[in-house]
């Protein structure tokens, strides 16, 4: 299938809502790309599943797709429902930090864990934008929101970090402006035979950059490059030398069986009547 | 215990047993849960028998993740179930609103214990009642049934999957500590008997599977019905419209309307007695059944009860209880509760006799046939 690129093979015919600048169209765009280049010229083989936040809308209705928006903080249990029965499915979650790592925390992990073969995207703008503007619990210290006024007085938690400690097969991070790193990291998670997740820095001028002293989305992105240092540059460098870096690139990849496969054996051993008792 | 539904039989049977057989035989094939007393034995039987019969069972890290597990695999084409008791009821109520707002087909069973908070965890009680109707925010209107028996918890749980299923709704099994942990016959009847119910799918890709007529058909995930699912106010195709009152208010009033008009079919009952009865009493679950016994012991004061028995609570069985209420001359409702359902036999039979609560709460301690008697011959006489 040689069809050309295009968007609309994977959009509906709905404007996208977001603001301009905002980091969900380059999240959009490379996500697309991704699945182009991994041969896909449709998303029937997918399922995307996301919470409550404006980079929960990046799929759901927009894709052409099958989507499912789910309550704050729910997608990645749904997620992991209809991957079980499913599983033949590419199943897909899309969410913002505050969904994911704020009210969604605890399913995030225990999905690692589990090893879920489901995909995680999550889309770091270190706020949350759509009700306004308020601290996350990825916003970097001492930076000001609509409820940290004086400045952000919690350290930030550091997701691909955890997510990769806690059993995940595949965990990276890029920003925005690492559009072809992060492009092949999409497609490297979505290849992964168990829980991959993608953290992506992003920039939300409209509620992030107003607050936290930018004026504009370019200066959240030049910021991202100032700040963005590679995974191997990071080991060079002490504790207190990185407490102000974004740790940019692949965490961790490694092979485990996914739960649905060992759900599958499962069933093989507990099937016919030897286990009786 | 064997790789397939049990055989045709009598059996003797814990509640909640019963009641995880009933799911496998109604053909849930996917069960999420999260351990509390007094609903654990529930996933600890499917735990074992679910992956024998090729379905899966898997312990969530709480409720909300147990129900929403749930919703996923219903979408994903399978009958699926959660249960729980109070605390985690109290959880899910996000869900349920998801699941009832998004048409998807759930079992949810909610075993009672006395509340509230953590209150006590092993005792039983039936304070639950209203927050099966009242527990999520905003409008809707559920379907709440109340067994009585480990038969009935066989049986019911099969009935809430097929109301699940015909209604594209997610139907909740309001059982109680003694119900569920009873021990008692269970009569497993010929498979064939067992009559199942399949959600319906759609015919064409142009036909709205969120709106067009009271139950839409719901379309399988993967086949390119490009299905877009949401609690956000949503058209007949599923896109989102949260500006539109009009749209909300359709949405609103057919989801809600689906289940009020079809309240007759979905409505099940017993009712005992009810010519030329003096007291009646409507009870459900565990304490409906002291009142087989009080019908004996009032009649040896000349005394006739009658009884309306409620097997389903939401919708409110309201004709049931007017017609009750025309016969006697007063109505007792007896509840392990502060008062609960009380308010709605008031509210349905209030203009038409006197009716009186009679509720004990505490201890799991059932409401005994003679302290049903002593209230009816307190406020009726005899």
Redesign the interface.
């Known amino acids: 299938m040689s069809e050309k690129f295009s968007q609309k093979m994977f959009l509906r015919d709905l404007k996208l809502p977001f603001c301009p600048g905002c980091g969900n169209y380059s999240v959009i765009n490379c996500f697309l790309r991704a699945v182009y280049e991994l041969g896909y010229r449709n998303f029937k083989n997918f399922v995307f599943c996301s919470g409550i936040g404006c980079a929960a809308w990046i799929p759901s209705p927009y894709f052409l797709a099958d989507s499912i928006h789910t309550p704050h903080g729910r997608s990645i249990p749904v997620a992991m429902g209809i991957k079980l029965v499913r599983p033949e499915l590419n199943v897909v979650v899309f969410g913002g930090d505050g969904d994911l790592a704020g009210i969604g925390l605890s399913h995030l992990i225990h999905a690692a864990r589990r090893n879920v073969d489901i995909t995680v995207f999550m889309i770091n703008n270190q706020v949350y934008g759509m009700t306004g503007g308020q601290v996350a619990p990825t916003t970097f210290l001492n930076l000001r929101t609509t409820t940290t006024p004086y400045g952000n007085i919690e350290r930030p938690l550091d997701v691909s970090r955890v997510i990769a400690d806690v059993g995940a097969c595949y965990v990276a991070r890029w920003t925005t402006i690492h559009r072809e790193e992060l492009k092949e990291s999409m497609k490297r998670a979505i290849l992964t035979e168990g829980f991959s997740f993608v953290e992506i820095l992003s920039q939300c001028p409209t509620m992030f950059g107003r607050h936290a002293g930018f004026k504009s989305p370019a200066e959240i992105t030049k910021w991202f490059k100032e700040k963005s240092i590679l995974v191997e540059e990071s080991k060079k460098l002490s504790e207190q030398e990185l407490a102000d870096k974004i740790i940019v690139g692949e965490f961790i990849t490694r092979k485990f069986v996914p739960l649905s496969q060992v759900l599958k054996g499962l069933k093989e051993r507990a099937g016919g009547d030897r286990n009786e008792g | 215990?064997?790789?397939k539904l049990l055989e045709p039989g009598t059996y003797f049977m814990q509640g909640n047993e019963a009641l995880a057989e009933g799911a496998l035989f109604a053909g849930c094939?996917?069960f999420?849960g999260y351990p509390i007393t007094p609903a654990s034995e529930i996933l600890e039987y499917l735990a074992?028998k679910m992956?024998?019969l090729?379905g899966?069972c898997?312990q969530?890290?709480?409720e909300?993740?147990?129900l929403?597990?749930?919703?996923?695999?219903?979408?994903?084409?399978?009958k699926?179930m959660t249960a729980t008791s109070g605390p985690g009821f109290s959880l899910m109520q996000?869900?349920i609103g998801?699941a009832f707002m998004?048409e998807t087909p759930a079992g949810i069973v909610d075993i009672q214990r006395q509340g509230p908070s953590t209150g006590q965890a092993t005792k039983g009680a039936q304070g639950d009642v209203m927050q099966s109707r009242w527990g999520t925010h905003g409008d809707y209107m559920p379907i709440v049934l109340s067994p009585n028996s480990s038969q009935e918890m066989f049986e019911l749980v099969i009935d809430a999957f097929n109301l699940a299923e015909e209604y594209r709704t997610p139907v909740i099994l309001l059982a109680d500590e003694a119900i569920a942990h009873m021990r008692e016959k269970v009569k497993i009847p010929p498979h064939s008997a067992i009559k199942l119910v399949e959600r319906k799918r759609p015919k064409s890709r142009e036909e709205p599977f969120f709106g067009g007529k009271d139950v839409p058909p719901m379309p399988p995930?993967?086949?390119?019905?490009?299905?877009?699912?949401?609690?956000?106010t949503h058209n007949e195709y599923?896109?989102?419209f949260t500006a539109d009152p009009e749209i909300h208010r359709r949405l609103a009033q057919r989801l809600v309307g689906k289940i009020s008009k079809n309240a007759e079919k979905i409505i099940k009952f017993e009712e005992f007695n009810l010519e030329n009865c003096d007291v009646g009493i409507v009870a459900y679950g565990c304490t409906s059944r002291s009142v087989y016994e009080v019908i004996k012991l009032a009649k040896e004061r000349k005394v006739n009860v009658g009884f309306v028995r409620l097997k389903t609570i939401w919708p409110f069985p309201e004709e049931a209880v007017k017609k009750l209420a025309e016969n006697a001359e007063i109505l007792i409702v007896p509840e392990m509760n502060l008062k609960q359902l009380y308010y709605e036999v008031e509210r349905v039979a209030g203009c038409k006799t006197n009716v009186f609560p009679l509720n004990k709460v505490g201890g799991g301690e059932m409401i005994t046939p003679e302290e049903m008697l002593a209230e009816i011959l307190r406020r009726f006489g005899g």
């Open positions: 215990m064997k790789n094939r996917f999420a074992k992956p024998r090729g899966i898997i969530m890290e709480d909300m993740a147990s929403a597990a749930v919703i996923g695999a219903s979408w994903g084409g399978v699926a996000e869900l998801y998004t995930l993967g086949e390119g019905y490009w299905i877009a699912v949401t609690g956000s599923g896109i989102r």
